[in-house]
């Protein structure tokens, strides 16, 4: 998916910039268009955009989804930030105010609330922040300016560290959004951001487009930034039709809508243990004084098994009914394993919630051992099955509703961050092949 953040400077009344606009949002295959400023705020209709449906908004923030796909859930907790759903993704589109300092120190404060409340869901903070994150980032001629105050900066950084984001374009020399002149010195400022969940930065590309002010087709003053997410959008529903495809059964050609992924069709079945089970009891489990375990996501069972003839105290708990391993009454395991569950969940929200769960299990002081596939093995099936691609992986059957992707260790680790866990320095690598791990501690031990 194709994200355009780009503030327009109320001038979508014009004809001009509309067809501008249009014109640049076709060039690049657009999907999703946030503007900040895009039409005067007394205009009580938004313009309309050619070939995109207006999704919800008004003068001072609105967002535009193309006519092929289905418009998302748009909200507006403060009239100066959009909450917008794209599927596992929640966009949090900004404006801040362009006049007072104190104002936009407070707007980050709250900013900061808004991230803590999503609990842990992946997240884009973007749009016209009118303010330079770092003194270079913003210059009245050739010095830094002072617009931008050290407690807004501060405010910034207390965003970006608590809510685990990356200011995507904030590396190197500013690539500046903005530039005018004033007082016949330039005034250029890197303002326009794309703050963005660590764990995602590894599949998402940010590029600015300053063509969009400083070209012969330009229709606004500020650059443009193309945020191309790993994130499959639902296709409009035909207008003409008495029954939605979500209605209709045996459409094996159809993809699955979130409701019907069935990532439980992925569990094997096997009559020996697992080669990672089999590594855990024999590298893992007595290192870290291990007596109890909990296979977190086990499917039949056949590790539980294992780890029982290893003499340890183990359960196991799948959320698919079928497999009759219900949720365990107790907690305080000294390990839970995760053995190919991350990889098979379709987005990274799920992954997240997946870790939550299974750390919940765990003691303080306890760990948690993910294992996945990686993303050479994912990549080789892929191309061999003829795998199609969606959101960050690939259906590797449509019809099944099931899903795959490959993982690394640095991949895991980031999403283990969002649930509380760690890479536990001092345990054992496993000796695997083919697949990726990550040993992972709890704290409070």
């Not at 270079?136 to 830094?144: A, M, N, Y």
């Not at 005018?180 to 600015?208: I, K, M, Q």
């Not at 870290?288 to 909990?294: G, I, R, Y």
């Not at 303080?364 to 080789?380: C, K, L, N």
């Amino acid at each position: 998916m194709l994200l355009a953040s780009v503030n327009l400077n109320k001038r979508l009344g014009a004809s001009g910039a509309r067809s501008g606009l249009a014109a640049w949002l076709r060039a690049h295959g657009v999907d999703v268009v946030v503007a900040q400023e895009p039409f005067t705020p007394a205009d009580r209709t938004p313009p309309a955009l050619g070939g995109f449906t207006f999704a919800g908004g008004d003068g001072r923030l609105a967002v535009w989804i193309t006519e092929e796909l289905s418009p998302p859930a748009v909200s507006s907790p403060r009239p100066w930030v959009q909450r917008i759903e794209l599927e596992w993704l929640i966009v949090l589109q900004v404006h801040l105010d362009a006049y007072a300092a104190a104002s936009r120190t407070a707007q980050l404060a709250e900013l900061t609330a808004m991230a803590a409340a999503e609990n842990g869901r992946p997240l884009l903070v973007c749009g016209d922040f009118n303010l330079a994150p770092r003194p270079e980032d913003g210059l009245f001629g050739e010095d830094s300016s002072t617009f931008t105050t050290p407690a807004e900066r501060a405010a910034l950084r207390q965003l970006t560290q608590e809510s685990g984001l990356v200011d995507t374009t904030g590396g190197g020399a500013p690539l500046f959004t903005f530039e005018r002149v004033s007082s016949g010195r330039s005034s250029r400022f890197r303002c326009d951001l794309a703050l963005l969940s660590d764990h995602l930065t590894a599949t998402t590309t940010v590029a600015p487009d300053s063509s969009v002010r400083t070209g012969p087709a330009a229709f606004t003053d500020h650059s443009a930034l193309l945020i191309d997410l790993p994130v499959t959008l639902r296709a409009a529903e035909p207008r003409d039709v008495l029954f939605a495809l979500g209605d209709l059964t045996g459409r094996d050609s159809a993809a699955p809508t979130g409701r019907e992924y069935q990532s439980h069709k992925t569990a094997m079945s096997r009559q020996v243990p697992s080669p990672a089970s089999r590594a855990v009891t024999r590298f893992l489990t007595g290192p870290l004084s291990v007596a109890s375990v909990l296979d977190h996501g086990c499917g039949r069972g056949t590790d539980v098994a294992h780890y029982r003839s290893a003499g340890l105290d183990a359960e196991g708990f799948d959320p698919y009914d079928g497999f009759g391993r219900p949720r365990p009454d107790r907690t305080g395991f000294d390990l839970v394993t995760s053995m190919f569950v991350l990889n098979v969940l379709p987005d990274p929200w799920q992954r997240i919630q997946a870790l939550k769960d299974a750390a919940s299990f765990a003691r303080p002081g306890g760990h948690v051992v993910v294992v996945t596939r990686s993303p050479e093995e994912i990549a080789r099936a892929a191309a061999d099955g003829g795998w199609v691609a969606h959101h960050d992986g690939f259906w590797s059957s449509r019809s099944k509703g099931t899903f795959q992707r490959g993982m690394d260790h640095g991949e895991i680790t980031a999403l283990a961050r969002r649930a509380g866990l760690v890479p536990a320095g001092t345990a054992p690598v496993l000796p695997l092949t083919g697949v990726c791990h990550a040993v992972l501690a709890k704290a409070g031990g």
